[in-house]
């Protein structure tokens, strides 16, 4: 009897053992609504007019206790518009933003999926990020990339001036 004591509690002992070890490694979730309208003004670097910029959307931020901070969006939006011409380009964004530390400060990014893609009849394309970018960035900057290990996909570096004459 004493020996079946022992073995359960000894088995006990190793399932909550193992589940506070699955608890302390969770990871930590964070949900961002976002909704944002900025102004993009006329230059000889976009359009002659300025551009309205509407993002809408949630984040959702899953950090590991490895480093890894995989950063997805929830049902997200882009809406660029002439308010002059009150013509505008949609697009919805997916995949995830995905950062691992490197250990040296820096760290590999992951983008897979449509990061914006405008379309518009009698157009066509007129620009698009989709596909899979991988590079290394520095920790306090990782939408700069330092170096590109990967580019598929079809990238554009601006929407300028492709979308000027679907929103004039």
């Known amino acids: 009897m ?64 490895s480093g890894r901070d995989v950063t997805t969006v929830e049902d997200f939006h882009l809406t660029w518009s002439n308010p002059l011409s009150g013509k505008s380009l949609a697009s919805p964004l997916a995949g995830p933003f995905i950062a691992e530390p490197n250990g040296d400060g820096t760290f590999t990014v992951t983008i897979d999926g449509n990061n914006g893609r405008f379309t518009a009849p009698g157009f066509g394309l007129l620009f698009a990020d989709v596909g899979r970018l991988v590079y290394i960035a520095d920790g306090s900057d990782l939408n700069t990339p330092l170096q590109i290990l990967q580019s598929s996909g079809h990238q554009d570096v601006s929407p300028f001036p492709q979308i000027c004459a679907a929103l004039a």
């Open 2 to 65: 004493r020996r079946k004591l022992g073995i359960l509690l000894g088995l006990l002992a190793l399932v909550l053992g193992g589940a506070s070890a699955a608890t302390a490694a969770a990871p930590t979730v964070t949900l961002t609504p976002w909704d944002r309208t900025r102004v993009i003004a006329a230059s000889a670097d976009t359009c002659p007019f300025d551009v309205v910029v509407h993002s809408q959307g949630t984040f959702r931020e899953t950090v590991y206790s």
